[in-house]
């Protein structure tokens, strides 16, 4: 047996694909779906179960340690900012806001300039280049 289920042998230095009439599981057949049934009822995506999750109303103690209903995002996002004023931890609440708002952009200065190009030798030839 060849690579990938073939009968087809590579032999070193074979540049040539496998013969298709020598493929062991031919694939789909043209205009059928490989998965005639589709999703089973009731699934629902990862993406919708996070929002979900994300979305569920729960009841977490706020900084006055009072309960207080909330999503579980808000949840998150206000534990985030207690463990900041608590313990002068200012990182957790940046990295909070920084998936919120992006980082600050940044201006990085790109003009360069060249006054001379060093020449370089390459097999014993001397290159040389020009600045304009």
């Known amino acids: 047996m060849g690579l990938f289920g073939t009968k087809y042998e590579i032999n070193e230095g074979a540049t040539k694909?496998?013969?298709?009439?020598?493929?062991?599981?031919?694939?789909?057949?043209?205009?059928?779906?490989g998965n005639p049934k589709g999703r089973p009822v009731g699934i629902i995506s990862s993406k919708k179960a996070i929002e979900q999750f994300l979305n569920t109303?729960?009841?977490w103690e706020d900084i006055d340690n009072k309960p207080k209903k909330?999503?579980?995002?808000?949840?998150m996002v206000a534990s985030q900012i207690k463990k900041a004023i608590l313990h002068g931890d200012t990182s957790a609440f940046n990295a909070v806001m920084d998936r919120?708002?992006?980082?600050?952009?940044q201006e990085i200065d790109q003009n360069v300039v060249v006054?001379?190009?060093?020449?370089?030798e390459i097999?014993?030839?001397?290159m040389e280049f020009e600045v304009d």
């Open 57 to 59: 109303e729960i009841t």
């Open 17 to 33: 694909m496998p013969n298709p009439e020598n493929l062991i599981g031919k694939g789909f057949k043209k205009g059928k779906s």
């Open 123 to 126: 097999n014993g030839e001397k």
């Open 115 to 120: 006054k001379e190009m060093p020449s370089i």
């Open 70 to 75: 909330m999503t579980t995002i808000n949840a």
């Open 100 to 105: 919120f708002e992006g980082k600050p952009k």
